[in-house]
């Protein structure tokens, strides 16, 4: 009898947590206008989304041993995201665009190849490390390497200026607008690829 009980206690404590993680997502989403409902709801989501997060444990102290158990639980499990995980929302990513200064003062824009998709995963995911703190010291030689490996493809270009930033989707409301996504500059480098004419 008493087993019965641990049972059903379990199972109602363990479906409750779902409905919260997959309501914190839900409410979530719709508190950042990522969804075709109304703007005037997201003050209410943003509400819905902080009683969700104090009922996982969220707001409590990150060294509160109700959190820990609780964040603990939901990874054992498996259950610390809900649908948001998969929602088709898309992030934003990051890209290198090169501008090659030729001779002549034409200008042409252009960024790394890549071949196979193997390597192309691999460059996002080096793009997408490019801005992280720790990446700051080995990031101008790193860029430089890409830079390189365009400037072989074209070697009558004398400088080339590499411009790093985040692309970022446009959301809901301005894509129906017809918006299209933007590109957020954060460093840039100038490289002079040959040598000037001493006079």
């Known amino acids: 009898m008493i087993s019965k009980r641990v049972c059903v206690a379990w199972f109602g404590i363990h479906f409750f947590l779902i409905t919260a993680v997959c309501f914190a997502g839900l409410f979530s989403l719709i508190a950042e206008g990522a969804t075709i409902l109304p ?16 009922l996982l ?9 109700v959190r820990r158990s609780i964040a603990t639980y939901l990874h054992a499990a498996g259950i610390q ?15 290198l665009n090169l501008e090659l200064y030729y001779q002549d003062g034409h200008v042409e824009y252009d960024s790394p190849h ?6 192309a995963l691999r ?3 080096l793009l ?10 080995v990031r101008e030689a ?5 830079a390189f490996s365009v400037w072989r493809e074209h070697p009558d270009v004398k400088k080339l200026r590499a411009t ?5 989707p446009p959301g809901i409301t301005e894509f129906e607008q017809g918006k299209a996504e933007t590109f957020q500059p954060m460093f840039s480098f100038d490289f002079s690829l040959r040598e000037e004419p001493r006079q």
Not at 128 to 137: A, C, H, I, Q, V
Request: include cysteine.
């Open 57 to 65: 444990g969220k707001q409590a102290a990150a060294a509160s041993p």
């Open 142 to 146: 790193l860029v430089k390497m890409l």
């Open 81 to 95: 995201s809900g649908y948001t995980f998969f929602a088709p929302n898309i992030p934003g990513y990051h890209k």
């Open 164 to 168: 790093f930033g985040s692309v970022n």
């Open 128 to 137: 997408d490390r490019l801005p992280e703190e720790r990446y700051e010291s």
């Open 123 to 125: 460059l996002d995911s």
């Open 114 to 119: 890549v071949s196979g998709k193997a390597a």
């Open 39 to 54: 703007s005037a709801l997201d003050t209410c989501a943003r509400k819905a989304e902080l009683v969700a997060a104090w």
